[in-house]
């Protein structure tokens, strides 16, 4: 079982950074891809970021490639979301995911996919 918990979500001016965190109970952390997903309003959940269990592929929707850096301290048991640039569009819940993965290479992960979920935390990007 692994616990995700987020945090480091609030309200930014468009053009502004935040970085949110997502800390994994459990001492496999390692074994696990991690991603990022998010959820406007009214919308579906989309996927936003995902890396492999080393760190060492990456894979961005291109709705966010070039403002927002996935990274992780697996020595931590975290993974990190650096977004900057934000647009207002950007403002969603944001949910970390876990899946059991020693791939070497990351892609773009479905919410089916997914093992384990955080509750979310919520960015807010005003205009």
């Known amino acids: 079982q692994v616990q995700l918990i987020e945090s480091g979500g609030g309200l930014v001016q468009a053009g502004g950074s935040l970085r949110l965190s997502c800390a994994a109970s459990?001492?496999?952390?390692?074994?696990?891809?991690m991603d990022w997903f998010r959820q406007a309003p009214g919308k579906e959940r989309d996927f936003v970021s995902a890396i492999n269990w080393n760190g060492a592929s990456t894979y961005y929707a291109d709705s966010v490639k070039g403002r927002f850096t996935i990274s992780r301290d697996n020595a931590k048991n975290t993974v990190y979301l650096q977004m900057n640039s934000l647009k207002p569009e950007d403002t969603a819940k944001y949910y970390c995911a876990a899946i059991r993965s020693r791939a070497t290479k990351i892609g773009r992960s479905m919410d089916d996919d997914m093992e384990y979920w955080g509750k979310g935390t919520l960015v807010t990007v005003s205009s």
């Open positions: 459990g001492r496999t952390f390692s074994s696990y891809a």
